[in-house]
């Protein structure tokens, strides 16, 4: 068993003792996403919605993205539109367009289109961190703020929040409840580090992984509503899911 799955086991027992979620968001709807709001009812409307708008138009109601758009963020779902057209008599709550908290995505495009949502508060937060980060490196040249000199995974290291004061951009996973890490690539940019929930889905699921299964994220879009944002690819490597840095 690695080092970082034994510090997500400590951080499993620390939560469980009471460590409660860091309010002060810049979305207005933070208060109700702490409160463990449920995207069950905007997920099944909206799906709805996008069969019937793909069955008459066949096409899918999204706004465009570019290709540099990273996966689990690009095919955001025009809610406008299919309000507009009598497709959804009104926007979810839930949905950033009505003060929410959350952007809905589709996944699967092309093969199985799937409504999906996207935490902004776990953006927010780590464009938060980012920005620490790049402030650090410019009083810090050439340096970044991690925890220690050894990787977390290959070209990866876990960002040191007190190194940036910013130990109140704590993450709760919006799978787990658990806090999760930041990491950092060789250029400077954050992630999340979901590796915890991947594990928790892999015993979830009740199969063995392997390392042909290929991206290890897939697994938390099957039993959740979410999408790991802000994220990196996982692989089996050694009983423990990596994440993959970018090249």
Known sequence: MNKTYMRYIACMII?????????????????????????RESVERIQSAINAFQQDTGILPIITAGEEVPRYEKF???????????????????????GGSAYF??????????????????????????????????????????TQEEETYPGLH?????????????????????PLPYLIDKSGRVYVDYAWDIMQAIDKSGTAASSEQGDLRVLLTEQSY?????????AWVDGTPVAQAEN
């Open 226 to 234: 979410f999408v790991p944002v802000k994220s990196l690819p996982y």
């Open 15 to 39: 939560v469980a003792a009471g460590i409660t979620l860091l309010s002060g968001c810049m979305y207005p709807g933070a208060k109700r996403q702490e409160q463990s709001v449920s995207y």
């Open 76 to 98: 955001r779902i025009n809610l406008d539109q299919l309000n507009k057209q009598g497709y959804m008599d009104q926007i979810p709550d839930t949905a950033f367009e009505q």
């Open 105 to 146: 995505l589709i996944i699967d495009e092309e093969s199985n289109p799937t409504v999906k949502v996207m935490d902004l508060i776990t953006v927010q937060k780590v464009n938060d961190v980012q920005r620490l980060v790049d402030e650090y490196e410019r009083s810090h040249p050439g340096q970044w703020p991690v």
């Open 158 to 178: 876990e960002v040191d929040l007190k190194k940036i004061r910013g130990e109140g951009h704590e993450l709760l996973s919006v799978y787990s409840r658990q």
